[in-house]
DNA sequence: AAGTGGTCTAGACCACCAC
DNA sequence: TGGTGGTCTAGACCACTTC
C-alpha cells in the first residue's frame, strides 16, 4: 500500500537553489550588481559553501553570472552575439573585422592539425596568432595554421616577426581564391595559454570554431578559435541571430 | 635574496590530474573501456575523491569520458558530427533527416520566444517536438515554435493529437516560401526535461542551438534545439565538419 | 591587512544499476 | 545486495584584488 510519491525524485538542493537565484537575478538585481560573498550566501540558504558553489557554476555556465577571485560575483550582462559565419567566402583579415593581430612564426603544428592540412608530420607551418575584442572584452583566442604551400611568396624579409609578419601571411593568403569553407563548434576547455588571453582561468569553459578554408582543391589554411562560452552567442547566417533566453522555465500545458 | 621560483604559480592539483589522466587515456585505453572506480582512482594518485572528481568532470566536458551513475567510468568514443548549418534554406523536415516526430500542441510560449515570434504575450502557438538520433544515441532534443499565423490552414481534424499533429504542422509549414534563415550556438545546462531526452542528468552541459526561419518578410517560426555538448560537434558549411582534436598541448616554440 | 573566490580534504549518505 | 557515480557537509588553506 505504497504511499504515492508524486515526489520519488527529491530535486538536488544545488538544483533548487539554482533556480531560486536565477529567479532572484531576474527581479532583484541589475547587470553588474555584485551579489553577497559566497560564505554569506550560504549561511543565509542554509547550505554548505560547496553547494552554494555548484549553483553559482551553472549559473555563470549559462552565463548569467560572472565571478573574479578577489573581487566577488556580479550579474552579467547578457551574451552579446559574435558572428562566426557572415564572412562566408572570405579569407580571414579580409574585412575590417573584430580580429587583432597578435604575432606569428613558423613551427610545428599539432598532429590533427597536420592530418587537416595533409601536410607531412614534420612539415613546420605559419602560425597566426590572432585575438577578438568586444566591446573591449576579449571574446575570442584564434590560431591559423597556413601551410607553406599555400603563401609560397612570402619572403622573410617582408615579414621579419611579430605583428608584421602576421599581416605579410595573411595578405600572401589573400593572393589565393577561396573556394569555401566551413565550420564546426564544440565545447572545450580553455588551454592556460588561451586562458589568459581571454582573462579567464584555465579549463574555463570555451566553444571552439574548427573552420577550413578551401583553395586549390585542398584546405589552404585552418582556424581554431576558441570563444569564450560563458559571455559569447556564436551567430551564423544571414543576420545578427536572435535574442533567445531560456530563463523562465516553459510550463506545461 | 630571491630564490628564482619558475613554478611561481603552482598548477593546481585536479589540473595536473587531468593531464596525466588525458595521458593515460591516449595510450592506454580504448574507446568503451571502464576506468577504475573514483575512490581506487583518488588513493591511487593520493587525492581526495573531490578532486578526482574535478579533473574527470572536465575530461567529461571535453568529450573524453561518459560516466553513468550506478555502472562507471569509460573512455568515451570521439564526438560525433552533427550537421547543423546543411539544410541550409529548407524547413525542417523536409528533407528525410535524423528528425523525429514526438508530438505537438498549442501552447503558451516562453515570453523570448513570443519577442521573437512577433506575437502577443498571450497568444499561443504551435509547439512542436522532435528528437534527433545518431548511431542509435539521443544527441538532441528540440522545441518547434509556430504561431498560428504561419499554418493558417491547419485543421483540428486533420491533427488530433501527437505524432499525426506534429506531421500536419510541418506539412502546413512547407507550403511557405523560406526566404532565410539564421542560427545562434550557445552553451546552456540541460533542463529536466530535455535531460530526460537526451538521456543525461538535469544540468548536463547542452548547446543550444537557436534558429530563426523567415518567411512572408517575417520570422514564420523558430527553433531551440539542445544538443549533447559532451558528444557532440556540430558542423556549418559545406562538407561534413572538420575532425580536430585538440588533446596534445601545442609545443611552445 | 582584509575580503573575495579557488582549491582541497575526509568523511557521510543517497540514487541508480547489475547481479 | 554490493558497487557505482551523485550530492552534501564543515571545515582548512591558498591566490588574488583592493584598500
Redesign the pocket.
Known amino acids: 500500500m505504497g504511499t504515492t510519491q508524486l515526489e520519488s ?2 530535486e ?4 533548487h537553489l539554482k533556480t531560486v537565484l536565477s529567479e532572484a537575478l531576474d527581479s532583484e538585481f541589475s547587470v553588474g550588481e555584485i ?1 553577497p ?4 550566501l550560504a549561511a543565509r540558504f ?6 552554494l ?2 549553483a ?1 557554476e551553472q549559473l555563470e555556465l549559462e552565463g548569467r553570472l560572472q ?7 556580479t550579474v552579467a550582462p547578457p551574451r552579446v552575439g559574435v558572428a562566426v559565419g557572415t564572412e562566408q567566402h572570405a579569407w580571414p583579415g579580409t574585412a575590417t573585422d573584430a580580429w587583432q593581430l597578435a604575432d606569428s612564426a613558423l613551427e610545428l603544428p599539432p598532429a590533427a592539425v597536420a592530418v587537416a592540412l595533409e601536410t607531412g608530420p614534420e612539415d613546420t607551418v605559419h602560425i597566426v596568432r590572432r585575438s577578438r575584442m568586444t566591446h573591449g572584452q576579449p571574446v575570442a583566442a584564434e590560431l591559423l595554421y597556413v601551410p607553406q604551400s599555400s603563401v609560397p611568396d612570402l619572403s622573410a624579409i617582408d615579414a621579419p616577426s611579430g605583428t608584421a609578419r602576421a599581416r605579410a601571411v595573411l595578405r600572401e593568403l589573400q593572393r589565393l581564391e577561396l573556394e569555401g569553407q566551413d565550420s564546426a563548434v564544440e565545447l572545450g576547455s580553455a588551454r592556460a595559454d588561451d586562458a589568459k588571453q581571454l582573462d579567464r ?1 584555465p ?1 574555463a569553459p570555451v566553444l571552439v570554431v574548427t573552420t577550413r578554408f578551401f583553395a586549390g582543391g585542398r584546405t589552404a589554411a585552418l582556424s581554431v578559435a576558441t570563444y569564450r562560452a560563458d559571455t559569447c552567442r556564436l551567430t551564423f547566417g544571414d543576420s545578427g541571430g536572435v535574442e533567445i533566453h531560456q530563463h523562465p522555465e516553459r510550463q506545461a500545458s
Chains 1, 2 share one sequence.
Open positions: 525524485v527529491p538536488p538542493k544545488y538544483w551579489l560573498n559566497e560564505r554569506d542554509g547550505v554548505a559553501r560547496a553547494t558553489r555548484q553559482l565571478r573574479r577571485r578577489g573581487v566577488g560575483t582561468l579549463g
